[in-house]
């Protein structure tokens, strides 16, 4: 039985199933023990030269009446028993799901998502059968064990003791190689939870995949992971037909023995001996004695199972969860969307050089902003802090003058309205991506979203238009409308603060003129912040934040850092030789 701090709590939760179960089971395992008596009672009363008919008929009633009797107990404790066993599965997919949520992003840069499922399939099945199945077969196998033998004893000790003597040697056995067990289920896990890794990563890039015609390679490394799997697969399953032939042959023998002796002592026969109705009663009882002996070797496979799956999950929900509201984090009354830096200086948690170096600016409530840097300035890092997807030190961040360790994480979050680097969209409806951010989306609210983000006339060329489900990761729209319709999504809260990451890069110069035409329109009065690399994206922003090896080198508007920047001109230089031949104007 599992005992870990994050399952015990439901067996005193769903006690009073399991009590109920148990009790009923217990109930039909001694009823069950009634009919082989009945029955070598009956075979004794035909042996008469005179059979009594109607005791052999109420002996038929009864058999009948017990069979009645013991299908609704079954029932019974299938409903209790294996019904626990379901609620506490919904019961832990819904604490291993909120952990999953509150878990950082270092957290899932170091696990992959494939490895991860893995948790809530196989792990979480076996856990399940432990509290289901294996709570079934260790008191099933203990009290109908443990019946048979007393009544096996009552009839003959010196059979009873030959009948369970291999029982007991192969109890003694399964003991002993049940860690033994554990051990190569884990092995046998991880090597599943590998090949997860690697189909879910090569399903995910089958486009990239086939454009560098790698399908035979892929291949190749999917039957290397898949032969792992196989091995270590087969190295558990060796161990379980090991145990299935040990119970096979004990029983077999055992069998062999009652037979032998047991009809020496029916046709030899005595007052204190063996007749051939209690003979046949006797086996009877042996070969209910039979179902115990596998169940408690089936228990112990299923525990050994659980027991490694229950380590995964418990690992899983100890992850120490570090980004978190502070202990003193106080709601503020309102976010209007100022933001402020102070000497910020950041790390990532898995690095060794700082990504931002006493970063200092300020973002006035209403402003558009841009924030302008080569690759690896440091622009995405500075969104991530944030929004709090990692930690950072008090007193370098502001919201409205309210330090942003000391704030709630679900208020900043909420205060902001975010467009990601890679457009990440859900396989709903398009529909249902704008409207993502409310539970009951407003129809008007997404149209005009994905007007503003001049998505619209595409979505409506679509045969569903708003209905239309997108493929997995929005693999059926092109990745311009992939960012729009993203964009659409942020719109669509109206947060006080709005950031865009480099969420126009994938669209025409005339199309990134419109949406930022309709984004001064629309954001009037509250933040909105463009991180780009393009100059044409922030040469029309209030205020133009540059950044350089995670430093602030300039700030102000694009007329001013032309004048004031050598690195901004150079960026100009630069762009404008890039875009000539299409005839764009980036100064």
Do not use: C
Not at 401 to 411: A, S
Not at 521 to 532: D, E, P, S, V, Y
């Amino acid at each position: 039985m599992l005992v870990g701090k994050h399952f015990r709590k439901y067996y005193l939760k769903y006690a009073y199933f399991f009590i109920i179960g148990v009790f009923v089971l217990i109930a039909v395992d001694w009823l069950q023990l009634e009919v082989p008596r009945i029955i070598g009672q009956i075979i004794d009363a035909l042996r008469d030269t005179s059979p009594d008919t109607v005791a052999i008929e109420n002996g038929i009633k009864r058999i009948i009446y017990l069979a009645l009797v013991i299908a609704a107990g079954r029932f019974l404790w299938r409903y209790t028993i294996f019904g626990a066993s379901r609620r506490i599965e919904y019961q832990l997919q819904n604490v291993m799901f909120k952990q999953s949520t509150l878990l950082s992003q270092s957290f899932y840069s170091q696990n992959k998502v494939g490895g991860l499922m893995t948790y809530y399939i196989n792990d979480l099945q076996a856990v399940r059968m432990a509290f289901g199945p294996g709570i079934l077969m260790l008191f099933d196998g203990l009290f109908m064990g443990g019946f048979a033998l007393y009544k096996m004893a009552q009839l003959e000790v010196f059979l009873t003791i030959i009948a369970a003597s291999p029982m007991v040697i192969l109890t003694v056995v399964m003991i002993f190689i049940r860690k033994s067990m554990s051990v190569k289920f884990k092995l046998r896990q991880k090597a599943f939870e590998n090949l997860s890794d690697f189909t879910q990563e090569s399903f995910s890039g089958i486009t990239v995949v086939k454009a560098f015609v790698r399908e035979a390679k892929e291949y190749m490394l999917f039957r290397q992971r898949n032969d792992e799997l196989y091995a270590k697969h087969m190295g558990f399953v060796k161990h379980m037909v090991l145990v299935n032939i040990l119970i096979s042959v004990a029983i077999n023998v055992v069998v062999l023995l009652i037979i032998v002796v047991g009809s020496v002592l029916a046709i030899y026969a005595t007052s204190a001996q063996l007749t051939g109705g209690q003979l046949t009663e006797y086996i009877g009882y042996f070969f209910s004695l039979i179902w115990p002996t596998m169940a408690l070797s089936r228990f112990i496979q299923i525990q050994s199972q659980a027991k490694a799956s229950a380590e995964r999950i418990e690992a899983f929900l100890d992850h120490e969860i570090d980004v978190k509201d502070h202990p003193e984090a106080v709601y503020a009354e309102e976010l209007k969307g100022s933001i402020q830096a102070k000497n910020l200086t950041f790390q990532y948690p898995d690095g060794d050089i700082p990504v931002l170096k006493n970063v200092n600016f300020e973002i006035e409530a209403g402003e558009m902003v841009g924030i302008l840097g080569r690759t690896g300035s440091g622009k995405s890092s500075l969104v991530d802090l944030l929004l709090r997807v990692y930690n950072l030190e008090e007193g370098q961040m502001f919201l409205d003058g309210n330090d942003l360790m000391r704030l709630p994480i679900h208020q900043v979050r909420d205060t902001i309205g975010y467009v990601p680097q890679d457009n990440f969209l859900f396989s709903e409806t398009i529909s249902s991506n704008i409207g993502f951010a409310h539970q009951d989306p407003n129809r008007e609210t997404i149209e005009q979203a994905a007007k503003y983000s001049d998505v619209y006339d595409n979505i409506m060329e679509f045969k569903h238009q708003f209905d239309t489900i997108l493929g997995e990761r929005g693999v059926t729209v092109s990745g311009g409308q992939k960012q729009r319709i993203s964009i659409a999504r942020a719109l669509a809260k109206d947060p006080k603060i709005l950031i865009l990451d480099d969420s126009v890069s994938a669209v025409d110069t005339k199309t990134e003129d419109a949406i930022i035409n309709n984004l001064h329109q629309l954001r009037k009065g509250r933040t909105t912040i463009f991180i780009a690399h393009r100059i044409s994206t922030v040469k029309k922003m209030d205020k133009i934040i540059l950044l350089d090896d995670g430093e602030v080198v300039a700030i102000g508007s694009h007329d001013e850092l032309m004048k004031a920047s050598t690195l901004y001109q150079d960026m100009v230089r630069r762009q404008q030789l890039e875009n000539i031949v299409q005839g764009v104007d980036v100064a």
